[in-house]
């Protein structure tokens, strides 16, 4: 089996030595540079690797859909997708390798779940990774225990059968999303992680969990809008309640209706009835565009 490594990176000249230097016993090296502006490129192709370079940052989703073009162009049989900051063991390869090879599975992803390295994750991080994975498996319909896990493998017929959009970090999620919508086998293998890295935080963690959040909820409402819009009708409901109650309370004391609040009752009680109706009308468009 011809396998690839596919590494993206940003400014990682610190470790993609290293890592490309572990990564190459299990097969050829790509790394895609994503627009650095330190010596990743150079690094990276003293240790061994094929280097593509993006002249701008474009996000990680864009690197890895380069990195699977030159996979697709080169005929290679899997692909495997690596972190370059040294989070991830290399030496845990042949472990994301084997279900491809078995014919077990066509995405296999590597879970901090499955042991105990999610004991190495910071807390605020594993509260935002609870509320992701649950976002993606309502999107997606299959349960997956880390679905924001960079390190996986795919055999050739997913790569083929993708069509992603996510140029940023969103793209491990859709990429779940399209092939378990496609019927596609995905299977989730333990691994170690280590946050004891350089330059482990190169964005936000709020402002980059929102952002993620927010393309997830997308793919909700793509794919099971009636569940996404009976949600937000719910939750106007409930305002509307708040709203009730506060205007009423007055009344019961013998005093009179607040007004304001029952105005503002009435128009989250219409926009709840809006936001179920549309989930309706939207969901049988989706059927019908899926059909």
């Known amino acids: 089996m011809r396998t690839l490594i596919v590494i993206p990176a940003y400014n990682e000249e610190l470790t993609i030595g290293s890592v490309v230097a572990l990564a190459k016993k299990y097969g050829d090296v ?15 192709q003293r240790a061994g690797a094929v280097v593509i370079r993006h002249p701008t940052n474009r996000g990680k989703g864009a690197a890895l859909k380069t990195g699977f073009e030159y996979a697709l162009r080169n005929n290679y049989d899997a692909v495997v997708c690596l972190d370059a900051d040294g989070q991830h063991n290399p030496d845990e390869i042949p472990l994301l390798i084997d279900p491809i090879i078995r014919g077990e599975a066509d995405l296999v992803i590597g879970s901090r779940y499955l042991n105990s ?3 190495n994750i910071p807390l605020y991080r594993r509260l935002g990774l609870w509320v992701l994975n649950k976002a993606t498996v309502i999107a997606s319909g299959i349960n997956v225990s880390d679905s924001q896990s960079g ?16 140029d940023g970090y969103h793209i491990e999620s859709e990429m779940i999303h399209e092939l378990a919508g496609k019927g596609l086998r995905i299977k989730e293998v333990p691994i170690n992680v280590r946050y004891d890295v350089p330059k482990r935080h190169k964005k936000n963690p709020v402002s980059h969990g929102v952002g993620v959040l927010a393309k997830v909820v997308g793919l909700i409402g793509y794919k099971r809008p009636l569940l996404l819009f009976s949600i937000l009708s719910l939750v106007s409901f409930a305002i509307a309640g708040v709203f009730a109650y506060l205007a009423l309370k007055p009344y019961w004391r013998g005093g009179n209706v607040f007004l304001t609040q029952a105005i503002a009752a009435g128009i989250f009680t ?3 009835i809006q936001l179920f109706i549309a989930g309706l009308t939207l969901n049988v468009l989706a059927r019908m565009v899926r059909e």
Do not use: H, P, Q
């Open 30 to 44: 790509l790394v895609v540079d994503d627009g650095s502006t330190d010596r990743t490129s150079e690094v990276a």
């Open 270 to 272: 219409l926009i709840g």
């Open 151 to 166: 390190f996986r493998a795919l055999n050739r017929k997913a790569l083929e059968n993708l069509n992603l959009d996510a």
């Open 117 to 119: 390295a999610y004991r």
